[in-house]
């Protein structure tokens, strides 16, 4: 079993920046990929980040340029660096990783942008 716990969400002006960061906890396997989805009011979730434990990293057109994501494999979390905001960005953003054939979800935070 494996724990993701997100911190660092909540409200922003457009044009501003945030920096969310998940730690993972539990049976995590060397190989793996963490990130970040996220789902806005009447929208499915989507990903917005993606990293495996060899750096790879994979980003949804919409964040390209504006987020950044970076891991740290000592300590078993990921974040998300956010800048240049716009209320599209409003969601609650979840930590995902994927690892030993299973999927694991942290429960999400908020991120409000507002115009």
């Known amino acids: 079993q494996v724990q993701l716990v997100e911190s660092g969400g909540g409200l922003v002006q457009a044009g501003g920046s945030l920096r969310l960061s998940c730690a993972a906890s539990g049976r995590i396997f060397s190989v793996n990929v963490m990130g970040w989805y996220r789902q806005g009011p009447g929208k499915q979730r989507e990903l917005v980040a993606r990293i495996t434990n060899g750096g790879t990293t994979n980003y949804a057109n919409s964040v390209k340029g504006r987020f950044t994501i970076s891991r740290d494999n000592d300590k078993n979390t990921v974040s998300l660096q956010m800048n240049s905001l716009i209320p599209e960005d409003t969601a609650v953003y979840y930590c995902?990783?994927?690892?030993?054939?299973?999927?694991?979800w942290g429960q999400g935070t908020q991120v409000t942008v507002s115009s």
């Open positions: 995902n990783t994927n690892t030993g054939g299973r999927i694991y």
